[in-house]
C-alpha cells in the first residue's frame, strides 16, 4: 500500500535561519507532488506542484522554493525564514490529475521566531 | 478559474443531530468534487467524491454529499452527529488538471 511520510511533525526556527521540509512518498511511482500552507481561518493554499522529477510549478511567489530530487521524494526550503512563513505544510500526492482523490502527510508545524 | 465558497467557519449541532456543512463551488467546465475532513494536527482525510456519475455520494462515517449543478452546491450531511464527527471538514474542486483549490474549511463541534 502508498503511504507518505513528512518531517518533521513540529520545527521552532529563528528568523533568518534556513529551512527543509521533507516529504517522501512509497508505494508508487511518478506521483503528483504538492506542497500546501495551512493558515487558520483561510484553508489551504497550494505553494508548489510536481509532476516528475525536477519539475516544479509554483504558485505563489514567496519566500519559499521546492525541488523534487528523486522520484518520490519533494522538498520544501528556504535560504532565510521570515515570520510570516509560520504556519502547518502539508505534502500530499496524486496518482494522476484532478480527478483523483489527494493523499496527504501528517504535516509539520513551523513556527518561525 | 475555480473557486469553492464554504458557508460557515463554525458549526456546533448536538450528538444525535443533523449535521449539515455547505459548499458552493465555481467551475468554468464539470468540476470533480471533494469533501475532506482534519483531524488537529493531522493531514486531510478524503470523505468523499463527486466525478459526474450518482449525482447523489456516499462516504465514509455515515456523511454523503449531493451535486447540485443548478445551485452549484456541494453541500456535506450526516444523519446523527457523533462526537467523534468534531473536526475541520475541506470542500475541494478541481477541473481535472493537476490543481485542486481548497474551501477555507468548516470547523464542527458536536455537543454532548
Known amino acids: 500500500s502508498q503511504t507518505i511520510h513528512q518531517w518533521p511533525a513540529t520545527l521552532v526556527q529563528p528568523v533568518g535561519s534556513p529551512l527543509s521540509l521533507e516529504c517522501t512518498v512509497e508505494?508508487?511511482?511518478?506521483?503528483?507532488l504538492y506542497w500546501y500552507r495551512q493558515a487558520a481561518g483561510r484553508g489551504l493554499q497550494l505553494l508548489f506542484y510536481s509532476v516528475g522529477i525536477g519539475q516544479i510549478s509554483s504558485e505563489v511567489p514567496q519566500n519559499l522554493s521546492a525541488s523534487r530530487p528523486q522520484d518520490r521524494q519533494f522538498i520544501l526550503s528556504s535560504k532565510k525564514l521570515l515570520l510570516s512563513d509560520s504556519g502547518f505544510y502539508l505534502c500530499?500526492?496524486?496518482?494522476?490529475?484532478?480527478?483523483?482523490?489527494?493523499?496527504f502527510g501528517q504535516g509539520t508545524r513551523l513556527t518561525v521566531v | 478559474a475555480q473557486s469553492v465558497t464554504q458557508l460557515g467557519s463554525h458549526v456546533s449541532v448536538s450528538e444525535g443531530a443533523l449535521v449539515l456543512l455547505r459548499c458552493n463551488y465555481s467551475?468554468?467546465?464539470?468540476?470533480?468534487l471533494f469533501w475532506y475532513v482534519q483531524y488537529p494536527n493531522q493531514g486531510l482525510q478524503l470523505l468523499l467524491k463527486y466525478t459526474s456519475a450518482a449525482t447523489l455520494v456516499k462516504g465514509i462515517n455515515g456523511f454523503e454529499a449531493e451535486f447540485k449543478k443548478s445551485e452549484t452546491s456541494f453541500h456535506l450531511t450526516k444523519p446523527s452527529a457523533h462526537m467523534s464527527d468534531a473536526a475541520e471538514y475541506f470542500c475541494a474542486v478541481s477541473d481535472g488538471g493537476f490543481k485542486t483549490i481548497f474551501g477555507a474549511g468548516t470547523r464542527l463541534f458536536v455537543k454532548a
Open positions: 467551475s468554468s467546465v464539470p468540476p470533480y
Open positions: 500530499a500526492w496524486t496518482l494522476a490529475a484532478g480527478n483523483t482523490e489527494a493523499f
Open positions: 508505494g508508487t511511482s511518478n506521483p503528483n
